[in-house]
């Protein structure tokens, strides 16, 4: 039998006519609908129990109440808490993407040591017992050689529970080198310290003044506890509150503001000193605060008429004389009004003169301790811890001087000078043997990242406890994981600002999702591994145990409302506010050689080689610190600021002329501690001779929606001492853009 | 003179016609035996449930099916119970069975929910409310899910290799014929329902089927 092609096509056309008869192409058409409907990486929401857990979102230094969502196990949403003291139901961009840190690619998973040289990224993964008896044991051997205090200790925060048990590990085991990264709040606490003679938190009245004066404070950009700085301007704009904003760039604050007045970079203070010298001449300031509750005034009203004259003021500041009497007599006629400093976001320090000064004007108007004014705010109080018992090596160790220098003759108001640790550390090889860093990124985020990133390198054993790869993490030896902040408890005291002594309590919201452990509980597991009078120091079972009889009294409250307050909290009446050594409010302690006054902080670096000065500025989209942008809110920033991967230098358009630059071209930027290629962006609202660079890009770590975008602020620029305080007070510094 | 047309006629007169129809017939024969017989067995993966259940015994201890498939107080339905319903009476072994001891070594002590497999489950894009039917138009569970309350044992879980679903969704009849409603849980099934109880047949999304009442 011969088979051809008509038989071929027979047997097709039988199949054919066989298939449709079958359930087969009708099943199929079904199912291939079904499957093209459903693809697997087409997002579906989770189905499953809907609950709310409230917590406090630790992210900066806010303290916003959060309620995040969730369905079963999975947090879905974050929202903020309505009627919370701090924040009543808003919620920022960053606050509101926190999930992607919970859930995102960048936490680290489990213990991990490193196995190539530092930096290299690569990890091996260990066991937490692994971890800690390594570690302990080269901890018990430094503390064998009697070089207890070559232990330093570096963290985020400086008040709460797991802060407070890093001191006591670092105390009971004999260092004194336990640092905090910086900001403005240090500067303010500083001037209380010197002219109230109380150590207290500074709180602003915000909500009741009726005239803002802010010398550079970002109130929309993240300054203090960002969401109630939003409300605040929304009420200030509701009810015609004037603001005025001071600074040399036109900020979205100074957008939204009254009136901008654009002062010459670093020349903040002087206008408050040309102000305090109008409103003594003109006696426009509070006689009943004045002449009854202050002391020094005399003294210091001689030195503010003869130094601070407009017209030397108007010199200084680049302002026409005019405009600062204008400013000082409507500051002065305000029922209410505020000055306040700090610039942007505020997260770094300002020089304490200028601190003073600014406060001093608040208090020549007497709006101190009264509505709408500042007040000093008592931390809030904590059941006591038995006093630790130290052996001989750890009072030997406490006894040598801190290697920062804060507390020593020469700073004796600072108690953390983290601007100080590199230099301390190039200096002497072996100033640190052991170096312990704790919800910080100093190697991205302090002033002169580079700096501090090679002194790293010395030190011989780093451990950090960061919960994401970031660029310190990436220098470490080994890193012991914290639970990231939906999934553990942390008490947070909130300093930012806020006019009553306030804890607030963040609780898990959702099971630990990997191998990681809360570091209050770490660092006592620590202390059990080496063992003798550290161990002895820690009786609590765990950090929880540790927590809840440290909040006491506070803890029923905290876990059913989420904070504690002291609702009641009024500032104390003038009479009793000051314990000063004059029991006044103190213009000019000559004790202490400080009074309000205008130094000029000149930016580093020489104007022939660097005819620009660059400054940074801060943006709500932009998070800066141990915290960094999540990709939602990456996504967010504006093509004016970030475009690609390169970011945008704002300049003037007369100054972009003068250095042959055009909108968009590439350029060279160039400073004494570092060079960047950048893109250009003309930008009216930037004084001519000054450029610009918002913080929070240039991540080198970090996931790759973060990573390699823009550049490190930080590392083009160095630190600038403060005299006075020993703090970090550089504003900006010199530069020069060129073609590239 | 010669006819060269008359050729290719006579050729083809030639020609025998029974391989033509032969292999029709094979080629229709072959089909029917894949579409019938292969197909099906191609197309489903026989899985079993991780865990040995009897909801027989279950129905037996407890007050019925929404002891455990209950509705929670906003009035969503919790479908499969989570481990914790679970474990309100089986915190600790109840019996002596392999499947118990199972269930608490590898779930409830490591506190694994168990990765059950749906008979029912739909896909996403199908909104369901169990409320409507089983609270307002007071259904039994039976109606659409069949007699799987009085079963011992867990049957073997057909997934369909393309969707990923539920063989018991189209139904094990291949054509989708039923004889009972809990046969099937297609789309059509759902509307012959509704058509015949006289549900609200217009909708405020669209005034007429209304789409968007089921597909959100």
């Known amino acids: 039998m011969k088979i051809g092609r008509r038989c071929f096509l027979s047997f097709v056309i039988g199949g054919a006519a066989g298939t449709a008869l079958t359930p087969l192409p009708w099943k199929l058409t079904d199912d291939l609908s079904i499957w093209s409907q459903n693809w697997p990486w087409t997002p579906v929401p989770e189905k499953g129990e809907r609950s709310y857990s409230d917590t406090v979102c630790t992210l900066c230094r806010g303290g916003c109440g959060i309620s995040v969502r969730k369905v079963d196990r999975r947090a879905v949403k974050i929202e903020g808490v309505k009627g919370h003291p701090v924040n009543d139901g808003g919620v920022c961009i960053l606050g509101l993407s926190g999930l992607q840190l919970l859930y995102g690619p960048n936490r680290i998973k489990t213990p991990l040591k490193r196995k190539g040289k530092r930096g290299q990224g690569r990890w091996e993964a260990i066991s937490w017992e692994d971890a800690l008896a ?65 150590k207290a938190s500074v709180g602003f009245d915000m909500e009741n003044a009726n005239y803002i004066l802010s010398f550079g404070s970002g109130f929309i950009e993240g300054w203090g506890s960002p969401v109630r700085a939003f409300k605040a301007n929304s009420i200030w704009k509701d009810n015609g509150v004037k603001t005025i904003q001071v600074e040399p760039r036109l900020s979205n604050t100074a957008a939204k503001a009254d009136q901008w007045v654009p002062v010459k970079a670093g020349t903040e203070s002087a206008l408050a000193m040309g102000m305090a010298h109008v409103i003594i001449k003109e006696s426009l300031y509070n006689p009943a605060f004045v002449d009854n509750y202050t002391s020094g005034f005399h003294g210091w009203k001689q030195r503010v008429l003869k130094d601070y004259t407009p017209e030397k003021i108007a010199e200084i500041t680049g302002l026409d004389a005019s405009v600062i009497k204008k400013l000082a007599r409507e500051f002065a006629g305000a029922s209410h009004p505020l000055a306040i400093c700090g610039r942007g976001q505020g997260d770094t320090p300002v020089a304490l003169n200028e601190a003073m000064a600014v406060h001093a004007l608040n208090a020549l108007v007497g709006n101190i301790n009264q509505p709408g004014g500042v007040w000093a705010v008592p931390k809030p109080s904590y059941s006591d811890w038995p006093e630790v018992e130290l052996d001989e090596i750890a009072e030997t160790g406490l006894q040598r001087e801190r290697i920062d220098g804060a507390g020593s003759a020469k700073f004796p108001m ?44 010395k030190i011989p054993l780093v451990v950090s406890f960061s919960s994401y790869m970031d660029e310190t993490a990436m220098q470490a030896d080994l890193i012991l994981p914290n639970h990231v902040y939906l999934e553990r408890y942390e008490d947070v005291p909130v300093t930012a600002g806020l006019t009553a002594p306030m804890i607030g309590l963040a609780r898990p919201v959702v099971w630990p999702l990997y191998d990681t452990r809360h570091t209050g509980d770490v660092i006592i597991s620590l202390a059990r591994e080496i063992g003798g009078p550290v161990a002895a120091a820690f009786s609590w079972d765990s950090f929880e145990a540790c927590l ?106 007369k100054t972009a002329k003068e250095f042959g630059l055009a909108e968009g071209k590439s350029a060279k930027l160039t400073t004494p501690q570092g060079e960047a290629r950048v893109k250009v962006h003309l930008y009216e609202g930037i004084m001519p001779g000054v450029i610009a660079l918002p913080r929070g890009l240039g991540h080198t770590a970090k996931d790759r929606f973060m990573a390699g975008k823009g550049v490190n602020f930080n590392e083009l620029i160095g630190p600038v001492e403060d005299a006075s305080s020993g703090l970090d007070v550089a504003w900006g510094i010199r530069a020069n853009l060129a073609k590239a | 003179m010669s006819k060269p047309d008359d050729q290719p006629t006579d050729i083809k007169t030639k020609r025998p016609e029974g391989p033509i129809i032969l292999f029709f017939l094979v080629g229709f024969a072959a089909s029917l035996v894949l579409g019938w017989g292969i197909f099906p067995k191609l197309l489903y993966s026989q899985k079993q449930q991780p865990v040995e259940f009897s909801h027989a015994l279950h129905n037996l201890e407890t007050d019925g099916c929404e002891s455990c498939h209950y509705f929670r107080e906003d009035g969503t339905f919790a479908g499969i119970p989570k481990l914790e319903r679970c474990m309100e009476c089986h915190e600790e072994p109840m019996g002596e069975s392999d499947a118990e001891a199972k269930f608490i070594e590898e779930y409830v002590y490591p506190q694994r929910e168990v990765p059950w497999l749906v008979y029912s489950r739909q896909p996403p894009c199908v909104y369901f409310p169990h409320a409507a039917h089983v609270i307002s138009a007071k259904m039994d569970c039976a109606t659409c899910h069949g007699g799987i309350g009085e079963s011992d044992h867990l049957k073997v879980y057909e997934e369909n290799r393309i969707t990923g679903y539920s063989r018991d969704i189209w139904g094990k009849n291949m054509i989708g014929l039923k004889k009972n409603t809990a046969d099937r849980m297609k789309m059509d099934d759902c509307s012959e329902c509704h058509v015949r109880e006289h549900v609200h047949q217009g909708s405020v999304q669209t005034g007429k089927g209304g789409c968007f009442v089921c597909h959100k």
């Open chain 1, 134 to 198: 390594e570690i302990a044991e080269k901890l018990k051997g430094i503390r064998e050689e009697n070089k207890a205090h070559t232990v330093g200790c570096i963290l985020g925060k400086r008040y709460g529970v797991t802060a407070a048990l890093f001191e006591r590990w670092m105390k009971a085991y004999g260092s004194a080198n336990l640092m905090v990264e910086p900001s403005v709040e240090d500067s303010l606490e500083m001037a209380l310290e010197a002219m109230h003679g109380v």
């Open chain 1, 414 to 457: 600072a108690a953390s000078l983290l601007n100080r640790f590199a230099a301390a550390v190039a200096a002497d090889g072996e100033a640190l043997q052991a170096l312990f860093i704790s919800g910080a990124n100093p190697v991205y985020s302090l002033q002169g990242a580079k700096v501090f990133q090679a002194a790293l390198d």
């Open chain 1, 548 to 653: 809840e009889e440290t909040l006491d009294d506070k803890w029923e409250v905290l876990n059913e409302q989420g904070f504690w307050t002291d609702t009641g909290f009024e500032p104390p009446a003038w009479k009793d506010a000051f314990e000063t050594a004059s029991g006044k409010f103190e213009f000019g302690s000559e004790a202490m050689d400080l009074s309000p006054g205008y130094s000029a902080l000149t930016a580093e670096g020489d104007r022939g080689t660097y005819p620009l000065v660059l400054i940074p500025y801060d943006s709500m989209r932009l998070a800066n610190g141990y915290i960094s942008d999540p990709p939602f809110v990456v996504k967010t920033v504006e093509e004016t600021v970030l475009l690609g991967k390169s970011v945008l230098i704002e300049i003037n358009p």
